[in-house]
């Protein structure tokens, strides 16, 4: 298994691994997802087999994104990196994709000390249900940050550290 960037001959296996997680992530079109990840601040994909089998979307503030939760954000938090989605192919799921896929997300986005103060976001679906998103979030140190109720649906907004206060400021001083 290998993790790398995204790349434009992924779009029709994203699409693919990402409909296939519906409910737990939105359905998209591949023009959609394709724009998306030209405004990320980092897509990565991970592969198995020489094949995509899961990837992770990354956008921080700056992007230029209406999704209710990227907006919520957006008047909560200063500066943030916002997990728009995770997903991991029905084959590959079980594997520890989804958490090789963070770990790598957070040495690269912690990696030159830009990130230091900006904590990493996401959110997960309270209706629809998604117990084992919340699960495997918590025991990646995220915590509860807000709620919203959205109509549609209902999510909890959860947010961990990028790099450790220790960590961030040894990166400024160094």
């Not at 990402?18 to 998306?36: C, K, T």
């Not at 040495?107 to 998103?133: I, M």
């Amino acid at each position: 298994m290998s993790i790398r960037p995204a790349e434009p001959r992924d779009i029709e296996n994203l699409i693919a691994i990402n409909e296939a997680a519906v409910p737990a992530v939105n359905s998209l079109e591949a023009a959609e997802l394709a724009r998306l990840i030209a405004m990320s601040a980092r897509t990565l994909v991970s592969e198995r087999n020489e094949k995509p089998a899961g990837f992770v979307l990354c956008l921080d503030e700056t992007a230029d994104y209406d999704s209710r939760n990227f907006l919520w954000l957006k008047r909560n938090f200063e500066r943030f990196f916002y997990v728009d989605r995770i997903a991991v192919s029905p084959e590959a799921r079980g594997l520890g994709l989804g958490e090789k896929l963070y770990d790598a997300l957070v040495g690269e986005t912690s990696a030159d000390g830009t990130c230091a103060g900006a904590p990493l976001t996401c959110e997960v679906n309270e209706r629809p249900p998604n117990p084992g998103s919340l699960r495997f979030h918590k025991r990646l140190g995220f915590l509860e940050v807000g709620r919203q109720d959205l109509g549609d649906k209902a999510v909890v907004y959860l947010a961990r550290e990028l790099i450790p206060a220790r960590t961030a400021t040894e990166t400024e001083n160094a």
